[in-house]
T-cell receptor
Framework: AQSVTQLDSQVPVFEEAPVELRCNYS??????LFWYVQYPNQGLQLLLK??????LVESINGFEAEFNKSQTSFHLRKPSVHISDTAEYFC???????????FGTGTRLQVFP | KAGVTQTPRYLIKTRGQQVTLSCSPI?????VSWYQQTPGQGLQFLFE?????QRNKGNFPGRFSGRQFSNSRSEMNVSTLELGDSALYLC?????WGTGELFFGEGSRLTVL
């Protein structure tokens, strides 16, 4: 069965510093990978996705994630964070042979001024 | 284009009661998924519907049920409520079945006393 592990439940960081939110998955078959973001008191929004092709994917607000098949990882990075990036970030995986989208437990990114 | 609408946004019930939550997907979206979100467990998949048929089901007891109507609107029902059912219930829609690209509503926050 597929699973997703987000190793860090909370990541505190100062504004303009770089950040990496870690995500590892397990699956016996090929996968599609996603990052979702949840701002306070809101639902989840798709941040970026890896379906195929280039292993480096980017979002419109400066985040990027790289699919690493050998390490079964899909870490999310941003070179310089803003206060407005404070939110909870969820990694999610769907295997080719199943239609369930499985989420990690989330990482709370707290950006301090 | 209106987003995913969930009603009610907040509700309080007592143990043993039942509750029905409603979800209206984005116009043109035919698939609806439901998730339970709690601080300790994160996002847990409940079920996914497509064209009025349940296509996937998570590992929840039979007290949790759902359905989808011909206009793609969906409801989920929880009977014989328990304290542990207190959670944010999120509905998400997608254009087709099995995609990981979900559009979430803001959720229905259920408190069981």
């Amino acid at each position: 069965a597929q699973s997703v592990t987000q190793l860090d439940s909370q990541v505190p960081v100062f504004e303009e510093a770089p950040v990496e939110l870690r995500c590892n998955y397990s699956s016996s078959v090929s996968v599609y990978l996603f990052w979702y973001v949840q701002y306070p008191n809101q639902g989840l929004q798709l941040l970026l996705k890896y379906l195929s092709g280039s292993t480096l994917v980017e979002s419109i607000n400066g985040f990027e994630a790289e699919f690493n098949k050998s390490q079964t990882s899909f870490h999310l990075r941003k070179p310089s964070v803003h206060i407005s990036d404070t939110a909870e970030y969820f990694c999610a995986v769907r295997s080719y042979n199943t239609d369930k989208l499985i989420f990690g437990t989330g990482t709370r990114l707290q950006v301090f001024p | 284009k209106a987003g995913v609408t969930q009603t009610p946004r907040y509700l309080i019930k007592t143990r043993g009661q039942q509750v029905t939550l409603s979800c209206s997907p984005i116009s043109g979206h035919r698939s609806v998924s439901w998730y339970q979100q709690t601080p300790g467990q994160g996002l847990q998949f409940l079920f996914e519907y497509f064209s009025e048929t349940q296509r996937n089901k998570g590992n929840f007891p039979g007290r949790f049920s759902g359905r989808q109507f011909s206009n793609s609107r969906s409801e989920m029902n929880v009977s014989t409520l328990e304290l542990g059912d207190s959670a944010l219930y999120l509905c998400a829609s997608s254009r087709e079945w099995g995609t990981g690209e979900l559009f979430f509503g803001e959720g229905s926050r259920l408190t069981v006393l």
